[in-house]
Every structure is written in structure tokens, then in C-alpha cells.
């Protein structure tokens, strides 16, 4: 299963700020941010909560909603 969710990220420097966090909880083979769409989509594979993706964008001032479980 991958679950996508619309991000207010903008950039690389946003993404290296959130990645500590994403590969504790996922893995880092497990998430990635499509940097050229708009909005910025992050796609993570399996993982257990998906609100959990959304509650470490938010401790780092950064917004998301999810589009899809595939």
C-alpha cells in the first residue's frame, strides 16, 4: 500500500528538513517527495498510521492532507 499526500513543502531544503523525522518513522527507502509537482507530493509505502506523515510535516511548521491509499 502507498499513501500520497499533498504537501505544502516547496523545496529540497524542505524535504532534508523533514527527512530525519520521515526515516525514523518510515525508513528512507519507504517515502519520497515529488519536488515537480504542485503541490509537492509525498508518497509513502506501508506505512502503519497514516496520519503519522502528517502529524511530523506538522511539527516542522509544514501542512498535508491525504490524496490517496493506493
Given at each position: 500500500?502507498?499513501?500520497?499526500?499533498?504537501?505544502?513543502?516547496?523545496?529540497?531544503?524542505?524535504v532534508?528538513?523533514?527527512?530525519?523525522?520521515?526515516?525514523?518513522?518510515?525508513?528512507?527507502?519507504?517515502?519520497?517527495?515529488?519536488?515537480?509537482?504542485?503541490?509537492k507530493?509525498l508518497?509513502?509505502?506501508?506505512?502503519?498510521?497514516?496520519?503519522?506523515?502528517?502529524?511530523?510535516?506538522?511539527?516542522?511548521?509544514?501542512?498535508?492532507?491525504?490524496?490517496?491509499?493506493?
Amino acid at each position: 500500500m502507498k499513501v500520497k499526500y499533498s504537501t505544502t513543502l516547496k523545496c529540497q531544503g524542505c524535504v532534508d528538513n523533514v527527512a530525519k523525522q520521515l526515516n525514523e518513522a518510515f525508513g528512507e527507502e519507504n517515502w519520497e517527495v515529488d519536488l515537480s509537482s504542485n503541490p509537492k507530493i509525498l508518497t509513502v509505502k506501508n506505512p502503519e498510521s497514516p496520519d503519522k506523515a502528517i502529524k511530523i510535516l506538522e511539527s516542522k511548521g509544514y501542512r498535508a492532507e491525504i490524496l490517496n491509499n493506493e
